[in-house]
């Protein structure tokens, strides 16, 4: 176990959580918006996996890695206003909508993938973009300053978000639909139109978040995300629905499973115990979803109930 | 002022612009969400009772040969365990209609596509997947005239209609650990899950590099399909110092990205993991030619029989083959190749750890 307890090990460690945590938290971001104007998407993961294979495609076919991520952003808007149209206007049942939308993602992803390229060839992975000075701070540097762009980009979401919540007219918009709608009509708040908005800004995120997987392993294939999305929206109940919370739970699910990878790695657990520290991370998620039942009183309280203004 | 008629029959909401939403855009909107959920379900589930079934690149239907049925568990294309059976099937002569059910790893799936196969009418049914020998055991018994083939397995249950196959993948693998070892000095192997031939050829991969010097780490990720924990486990690998990697099944590709980006070797198993990769980074790959016994099983049943044999792929009947990737085989190679294979068909090293 000593070796374990090292400066070098330590720091690797922390600095691959982060980088493990980051598909959850551009997704969970884009959830927790969502899910704040009182829309649940259990199609996250669709949506990563359908914005993963365009990602990936754009990226085979043109080498650039900022076309894969725009990409991904694109095909996450295309389902976001699907599952806007579904929702919003047609008052479909969210969670059904949902799986439709995962399923639709998967079974689609799979196809295009075996029609359009066949194989995993690999595409150019990102790299590296250590920050001038911070990076070169002992320890520090390496665990939170030298990481890709994107890693970079989804802090700055966290902050943004945190903002366009808390201070911005919108925010109050999007608090108040999610907590009470008709209440919200009745001062003249378009409902249908600030879901939609946060609707099309989570998926969104969601492609992204599914471009950022696959461009960060440097290849594709089926079902690449492995429940990622769904992990996602189970860590914007464990922020409470707040983007600090969702990084934070983001964080605490990378460096769990970074920690038990290094673990084995390193031989520290074999064989069962080995077997037993991965599910690590799942019990973990469940067992602060369990606490953050006792919070239930901050979800949101229009979250899944559709809006219909009567007279 | 006249009163606008509601009919009774019909709720109406009356929306901020005055349209009407009736209940049957509500019924529409379900409709669309379950039209989502089947045209995904469609995409790759070819096993539809009552359908053809037929999938694969290969032989036009005729009423001459075998009607051949594959369900697995990945993806074809996955370069792995899948691919290889497909590969092998499609390489078959007296087969007049492969059909494929892939992706199948939930066992209850796969029972699914099995039991649909054999109501179809296919004569042999390939259950490429341990994990599908429970719901196999009952579906055999309940189609005694067609057959069915299981993989990778040693266990027929005693029934007419089964068979079984299986892979010496720890010969390959030794072979390989031998070549890696004449190469790197310490190798990171990322596992699935230690079952099956995948835990045969970490054994063999294990006991070949440590016969020849190398020093050998092996991590088990208990997923055969997370690519992304498969990295992260290829990158702890290098950042503890490893110079070579190798690993079996599908979600092997995210090792094998991670070996391309930080200039390392990698040595593959079960298909030619050689298109994964830049030039310079596959050095070799242990190939299932996996119709060496399939056409044994093809000729037998055609001949009458429905099962009961268990059939093996090893070096020896060259249904396992060291095949090099993009990495030019050097002379000192083809002799660690050479030297380990012969070693490990006379049968004088050890292949398997037991436990």
Redesign the interface.
Same mark, same amino acid.
């Given at each position: 176990m000593a070796e374990f307890f090292t400066a070098s090990v330590l720091v690797?460690t922390f600095a691959?959580g982060v980088? +493990?945590s980051m %598909?959850f938290l551009l997704a969970a971001l884009g959830e927790t918006l969502g899910q704040r104007s009182g829309v649940l998407n259990l199609g996250v993961d669709g949506v990563m996996l359908i914005g993963a294979f365009f990602a990936y495609w754009t990226v085979l076919e043109t080498d650039s890695r900022l076309s894969g991520v725009v990409a991904g952003l694109l095909v996450g808007l295309a389902m976001g206003v699907l599952y806007a149209v579904?929702t919003l206007?047609?008052?479909?049942?969210q969670g059904?909508?949902g799986?439709?939308?995962f399923?639709?993602? +998967?079974?689609?992803s799979? +196809?295009l993938?075996?029609e359009l390229v066949?194989?995993?060839? %690999?595409i150019p992975?990102l790299t590296e973009a250590p920050i001038p000075l911070l990076s070169d701070i002992p320890g520090l540097g390496t665990m939170l300053f030298s990481h890709s762009l994107l890693v970079y980009a989804g802090v700055v979401l966290v902050v943004l978000l945190t903002w366009l919540i808390n201070r911005s007219t919108f925010g109050l918009d999007l608090r108040a639909v999610g907590e009470n709608p008709e209440a919200a009509?009745s001062l003249g708040v378009?409902v249908i139109r600030t879901r939609a908005i946060a609707i099309l800004i989570g998926n969104s995120l969601a492609g992204v978040a599914g471009a950022a997987?696959t461009i960060?392993?440097? /290849?594709f294939? *089926? *079902? +690449?995300t *492995?429940g990622?999305g769904f992990i996602a929206v189970a860590l914007v109940y464990f922020g409470a629905w707040r983007p600090f919370g969702v990084l934070a739970g983001s964080l605490l699910y990378g460096l769990v /499973?970074?920690t038990v990878?290094?673990l084995?790695?390193?031989?520290i657990v074999s064989g069962a115990a080995?077997?037993l520290t991965?599910t690590a991370p799942a019990v973990l998620t469940v067992l602060a979803l369990a606490v953050i039942a006792r919070r239930s009183a901050s979800q949101p309280a229009a979250l899944t109930v559709p809006f219909?203004?009567?007279? | 002022m006249a009163q606008k008629e509601t009919p009774s029959h019909v709720e109406l909401?009356?929306?901020?612009t005055g349209k009407v939403?009736p209940l049957w855009?509500?019924a529409?909107?379900?409709t669309?969400?379950?039209m989502?959920?089947l045209?995904?379900? @469609?995409?790759?589930d070819d096993a539809d009772s009552g359908d053809d079934a037929s999938d694969s690149a290969d032989s036009e239907e005729s009423s001459d040969g075998l009607r051949v049925a594959i369900v697995a568990p990945?993806?074809?294309?996955?370069?792995a365990f899948t691919q290889s059976i497909v590969e092998g099937v499609d390489a078959l002569s007296g087969v007049s209609e492969v059909a494929i059910t892939p @992706?199948t790893f939930v066992v209850e799936d796969a029972a699914t596509a099995i039991r649909d196969y054999a109501n179809d009418g296919f004569d042999l049914v390939v259950a490429h997947g341990s994990q599908y020998g429970g719901p196999l055991e009952e579906i055999a018994k309940e189609f005694p005239d067609t057959a069915f083939a299981w993989g990778t397995a040693a266990d027929t249950f005693g029934l007419e209609n089964v068979s079984a196959y299986t892979a010496a993948s720890d010969q390959g693998g030794y072979v390989l650990g031998a070549l890696a070892a004449s190469m790197c000095s310490k190798i990171?192997i990322v596992g699935p899950i230690a079952v099956g031939d995948a835990k045969l050829y970490v054994d063999g991969f294990t006991l070949g590099a440590e016969d020849n010097g190398a020093e050998v780490?092996v991590?088990? =990720?208990?997923?055969f399909?997370? =690519?992304?924990?498969a990295? !992260?486990?290829a =990158?702890?690998?290098v !950042?503890?110092g490893a110079d070579c990697l190798t690993g079996t099944a &599908?979600?092997t590709?995210?090792a094998?990205?991670v070996a !391309? &980006?930080e200039g390392l070797l990698w040595f593959g198993t079960q298909s030619d993991q050689t298109?994964?990769?830049?030039d310079g980074v596959v050095v070799a790959n242990q190939i299932y030619q996996w119709e060496v016994v399939l056409q044994d099983l093809v000729d037998d049943v055609t001949g009458g029989a429905t099962g009961g044999e268990v059939y093996a792929i090893d070096l020896d009947n060259g249904g396992l083959t060291i095949e090099y990737g993009n990495v030019d085989a050097t002379d000192d190679m083809t002799s660690a190749v050479d030297a380990a294979s012969s070693s490990v068909v006379a049968g004088d090293v050890e292949t398997m750890i037991e436990g």
């Open positions: 690797t691959a980088r +493990l %598909p579904v206007v047609f008052h479909a049942e059904i909508s799986i439709g939308i399923l639709f993602g +998967l079974g689609m799979e +196809l993938f075996q066949g194989t995993p060839l %690999p992975a009509d378009s997987l960060e392993l440097g /290849t294939q *089926n *079902n +690449l *492995n990622i /499973t970074a990878t290094q084995k790695v390193l031989d080995a077997s991965t219909e203004r009567r007279h | 909401d009356v929306s901020r939403s855009w509500r529409l909107a379900t669309l969400a379950a989502m959920v045209a995904a379900c @469609g995409g790759s990945s993806a074809e294309n996955d370069l @992706g990171g780490d991590v088990y =990720t208990e997923s399909s997370d =690519t992304q924990l990295s !992260e486990t =990158t702890a690998f !950042e503890n &599908q979600m590709v995210g094998i990205g !391309e &980006q298109p994964a990769a830049a």
